[in-house]
């Protein structure tokens, strides 16, 4: 099976740790991960402003970049949302016929817990991750691609997890992308009733498959100075015995690009 990251641009930009953890764990379950150099953005900031006309040479480049794969995997709810629910809107909308066959027959995007549950078939991808853990659903995730407990059987199959139950997990935390810029107030104010849940978990970690989700909440949670760090999923499921705690080199981006440019050059499409 011929697998493609589609690593995102906040990941690609922010948190290339994600990415890397991404590669590391599909290629210990035996996966061959490809990168596909000459992706771009998906285009949902264009489709949820309202700019729907602008995010057509965005699809047709997805389309072109990933056509021949088996399957697509990305460590985004968000963006598998947009890919899978939108494109079809994005295709009408362009009056290009060819352009709508081309989304159709476009491989499989499949956000990483839903690849590694329906398509892998595993829940205990190996991982090993000793801290008190609290896990986020985060609305694309939760509503669009109704990805369920997925992420949680993942997260109970990690040995050494003390995994605890988030009150009021569903609530969206205010980040909603351009939204949180739109209605920064009420983003605020979403996001303390979330963090007021997460602490009262006494996690160490909070977890969740979105990125953006996570810079929100951790945002708030670090100018607070809980103590409590942000993980991907990814990250966590990455974490083995006798390898690296990806959690301490996740909250910083500059300090694991050098990591994740590696994992990029390692796993680029010949």
Not at 112 to 138: C, I, M, N, Q
Not at 142 to 168: F, K, N, S, Y
Not at 227 to 246: C, F, K, N, W, Y
Request: aromatic share 6%; proline share 5%; charged share 20%.
């Amino acid at each position: 099976m011929r697998i493609a990251l589609f690593v995102t641009c906040l990941n690609d930009t922010l948190f290339p740790a994600t990415g890397q953890a991404v590669v590391t764990l599909l290629e210990r379950l035996g996966c061959r991960v490809e990168f596909p150099q000459g992706q771009t953005c998906c285009g949902q900031m264009h489709f949820n402003t309202g700019y729907q006309r602008d995010c057509v040479p965005l699809v047709r480049r997805f389309t072109e970049v990933f056509g021949g794969y088996d399957a697509v995997v990305t460590p985004s709810g968000s963006c598998a949302g947009m890919v899978r629910e939108q494109y079809g809107r994005v295709a009408e909308v362009s009056g290009d016929p060819r352009l709508s066959v081309a989304v159709r027959e476009a491989p499989p995007v499949y956000e990483l817990s839903e690849f590694l549950v329906d398509v892998l078939g595993v829940t205990d991808v190996g991982a090993y991750f000793p801290h008190r853990v609290t896990y986020h659903p985060t609305c694309h995730s939760l509503r669009m691609l109704g990805v369920g407990d997925r992420p949680l059987a993942l997260l109970r199959a990690v040995r050494g997890i003390d995994l605890v139950e988030l009150g009021a997990a569903e609530q969206c935390c205010g980040f909603g992308g351009t939204f949180a810029l739109k209605n920064a107030d009420t983003s605020v104010a979403m996001c303390a009733d979330k963090v007021r849940h997460v602490l009262d978990t006494g996690a160490d970690v909070l977890c969740a498959g979105d990125n953006s989700c996570l810079m929100h909440i951790g945002g708030t949670l670090s100018r607070l100075r809980t103590g409590v760090r942000v993980m991907h999923l990814a990250e966590i499921l990455a974490s083995t015995e006798t390898g690296p705690d990806h959690g301490d080199a996740a909250t910083s981006a500059a300090a694991t690009a050098p990591a994740a440019r590696c994992a990029v050059e390692r796993t680029k499409t010949p």
